[in-house]
């Protein structure tokens, strides 16, 4: 344990550090090859352009699109997600004024239907199970003669749970209705495959995957159906007219360099990275009681473990614990004061969110960082349960349920 | 958030955390907060003959700053006799620990513990003299 280095990274949900190989792959874009990809009249334009399309094939592979050409660059998937959304709206609102999404998609997708709503647009939000996945065939029931979009992410980000995307695929191409993914949290993670899956637009970020941050695309296919977006960036009429702006050639470069590694690598990484996981839950699970795992068992991300210490606060182990990087659902943590959203709408008890605890693990975590990690929070929540109201009434037998709580 | 040299000591070296004797009549106990909303304080204080209070003690399910909170309170009140600690003020909590907006419900909570527990305490005096006065009477 001598040689390890605090503090210790595991929100590998929130973002990544950026790969040395994608870091090397993208400086000589910064100063020696500068050129702006829309200057068509020399050879430092040339060479961008050039570079940016190479970057859209290989990013295209990582999702099998057909081509590149459905690779639309945007500054990141919080626009990439308002752009879908908000761009079919727009484009499609004569066919009709309603649109499927779920409860626990990232709010870059929920605000974006919420300003829908305000301009006259109708939203269904269709929950999740207790395990976190979104029923297809609630998805279904969901759908009207006016649904003109269905937006379904691809593994939530808190509890990294895998929606499932080819079953929702199939029944939004049986009603002709347009179906977008946010397939941030998942892709290189977990099979993706817009053409096999019937996608039609896909949200991506590369600071998710080892890349730099500030640059995402949307995926829009092109056939069976093309998919036609109002742009939401007005300007010089970049990305084929979706997306107006000088584009982040460097950010490209390096976005294009993050998904070829992952097209290499991702499936024996997602092994490893599960591994590790595993081996942190069976560490808290078997030493610690009272422990309830967030999601689902099987169904989630390689590098997701987020569980509920019962009698423990999620901020005041995350403070116990201050040289490990992780997140909280608990509201101490957010500005709202609110619990998680996403546990909530799966129906965890609202004092379970509050002890909730995500660990993103990823490429650059050890089996020793697994292990002073898993120790320090058997200690830590030991600790804190002594010093826990709740804990020493759990130990007398009291229900707490039973309790009339004055809330404040 | 950064928290405050003064939280992150009581939140380390927390003081008087424990239990008393919910039944020992010269103990008083306060439960405030509720599991749902993320903080839940008990408070306790041990009162002598004189209405001083002689040991106090806590335990906190909460965030960093409801445990300095309460940690604190403890500590200010012990010595105090019942009523000068009644007149503790979350306001001074929250200034004395450097507590951001954010975390005022902290300290609220722990004025309220307080409180509640010398209510507590008052109560089962009260029922105590009753009892003997009836005892008297009769």
């Not at chain 1, 990275?273 to 991300?301: A, C, Y």
Request: with cysteine; glycine share 8%; proline share 4%.
């Amino acid at each position: 344990m001598t040689n390890l280095k605090l503090p210790i990274y595991m929100d590998y949900h929130a973002t990544t550090p950026v790969d040395p190989r994608v870091l090397e792959a993208m400086l000589p874009y910064f100063t020696e090859h500068f050129g702006n990809a829309a200057s068509r009249t020399h050879a430092f334009g040339w060479r961008a352009e050039a570079v940016v399309e190479e970057a859209r094939e290989t990013i295209a592979r990582l999702i099998n699109a057909e081509s590149g050409k459905e690779i639309v660059f945007t500054s990141g998937a919080t626009e990439s997600d308002n752009l879908a959304i908000k761009g079919v709206a727009e484009y499609y609102q004569s066919k009709g004024n309603h649109i499927v999404t779920t409860t626990i998609e990232h709010k870059a997708v929920l605000d974006s239907c919420k300003r829908l709503e305000k301009a006259g647009y109708t939203v269904t939000y269709v929950p999740a199970g207790r395990d976190g996945i979104v029923d297809p065939e609630a998805i279904r029931n969901a759908l009207t003669d006016k649904t003109i979009l269905v937006s379904v992410m691809l593994a939530n980000n808190e509890v990294g749970t895998i929606q499932p995307i080819a079953e929702i695929g199939k029944i939004t191409r049986e009603r002709g209705i347009l179906f977008h993914v946010d397939a941030v949290q998942g892709v290189g993670r977990t099979p993706f495959d817009v053409r096999a899956m019937n996608v039609d637009l896909a949200s991506l970020s590369a600071h998710k995957i080892y890349g730099p941050k500030g640059i995402g695309a949307l995926y829009v296919r092109r056939s069976r159906p093309r998919v036609r977006l109002v742009a939401q960036m007005d300007g010089g009429g970049h990305e084929r007219g979706n997306r107006s702006g000088t584009l982040n050639v460097p950010g490209i470069v390096g976005f294009a360099k993050a998904c070829e590694i992952l097209i290499a690598e991702g499936a024996e990484e997602a092994e490893r990275v599960r591994g590790l996981r595993d081996r942190l839950w069976r560490k808290l699970s078997s030493e610690l009681e009272q422990v309830v795992l967030n999601g689902h068992p099987e169904r989630r991300l390689p590098g997701n473990l987020n569980v509920s210490f019962a009698f423990v606060e999620g901020e005041g182990l995350m403070m116990a614990i201050k040289d490990v990087a992780v997140s909280s659902g608990s509201a101490c943590t957010s500005a709202s004061l609110e619990p998680s959203y996403v546990l909530r709408s799966m129906g965890l008890d609202e004092d379970l969110a509050h002890s909730s605890i995500r660990f993103g693990l990823g490429r650059f975590n050890t089996e020793a960082e697994v292990d002073y990690v898993g120790e320090l929070v058997v200690q830590k929540v030991r600790k804190l349960r002594d010093m826990s109201p709740l804990w020493e009434m759990h130990q007398q037998g009291i229900d707490l349920k039973s309790i009339q709580w004055v809330a404040h | 958030m950064a928290y405050s040299e003064k939280v992150i000591e009581h939140y380390e070296n927390p003081k008087n955390v424990g239990t008393l004797d919910q039944n020992d009549p010269s103990v008083g106990t306060g439960l405030v907060g509720a599991p749902a909303c993320g903080d839940v304080m008990r408070l306790q204080i041990k009162v002598n003959e004189a209405g001083v209070i002689e040991d106090a003690r806590f335990k906190t399910f909460g965030c960093g700053s409801a445990i300095a909170s309460s940690s604190l309170a403890t500590e200010w009140i012990k010595g105090k006799t019942v009523d000068e600690a009644f007149a503790i003020k979350n306001s001074q909590i929250a200034e004395e620990l450097s507590l951001p907006p954010v975390k005022i419900h902290c300290s609220v909570l722990a004025e309220d513990a307080i409180k509640s527990a010398i209510e507590d305490y008052r109560r089962k005096r009260a029922a105590r003299e009753a009892a003997a006065r009836e005892q008297g009477n009769s």
